[in-house]
């Protein structure tokens, strides 16, 4: 069956540059949430959009912006990174509310 | 404020054991639990939903058990196998449907 695809899975950036994640939701999934997994930490719900509007908030940085395209993939904009921004970043997406969510494999990202 | 978390960081058991994972949670307006596995450089692989209309679930060699009562959430696996071996994270569903909140993760592992 077909998964949550999230590009690249590694990325390399220094300090006050920017990046771009994508994630490419499970076929017929509306909708699409974003998480940050620090290192042995559990992930952290950053943001999620349902059907191209955003549908929840949590602790996502003003650095940081997101959104959902008429095709429903989503990707996540980060600008002015940060030593502490290094994480992997998930990707899930789900068939509306109160659904199972399917997480992709994840972006590393590091920050020099 | 809302939490999920665990009571044990790791779990070790021997092959063909059965093993259970707990996980106590905060919020009693809670009414959707997801437990999932995580593998070292991969994402959240979704096992077992429960709702709190409901005590028990079973799937395939998993069962979790809801105690609404004491806010008690479990996992078992019947016949432990080495490819059980992963985190272990137990979320909530946010009131909203959107965030999932994690719990801290159990570590098991399998001992051939």
């Known amino acids: 069956a077909a998964g949550v695809i999230q590009s690249p899975r590694h990325l390399i950036k220094e300090k006050r540059e920017t990046a771009t994640l994508k994630c490419y939701p499970i076929p017929r999934h509306d909708t699409v949430y974003w998480y940050q997994q620090g290192p042995g930490q559990d992930p952290q719900f950053l943001i999620s959009f349902y059907e191209k509007m955003q549908s929840d908030k949590g602790s996502i940085p003003d650095r940081f912006s997101a959104q959902q395209f008429s095709d429903y993939h989503s990707e996540l904009n980060m600008s002015s990174l940060e030593l502490g921004d290094s994480a992997l970043y998930f990707c899930a997406s789900s068939l509306k509310s109160f659904q199972p969510q399917h997480f992709g494999d994840g972006t590393r990202l590091s920050i020099l | 404020g809302e939490s999920v978390g665990l009571h044990l960081p790791t779990l070790s058991v021997q092959e063909g054991d059965n093993s259970i994972i707990n996980c106590a949670y905060s919020n009693s307006a809670s009414d959707y639990f997801i437990w999932y596995k995580q593998e070292s450089g991969k994402g959240p692989q979704f096992i077992i939903d429960i709702r709190s209309n409901m005590d028990k679930r079973q799937g395939q060699r998993v069962t979790v058990l809801l105690n609404k009562t004491v806010k008690h959430l479990s996992l078992q696996i019947a016949a432990t196998q080495p490819g059980d071996s992963a985190v272990y994270f137990c979320?909530?569903?946010?009131?909203?449907?959107?965030?999932?909140?994690f719990g801290e993760g159990t570590q098991l592992t399998v001992n051939p």
């Open positions: 979320a909530e569903i946010s009131t909203s449907g959107s965030r999932l909140t």
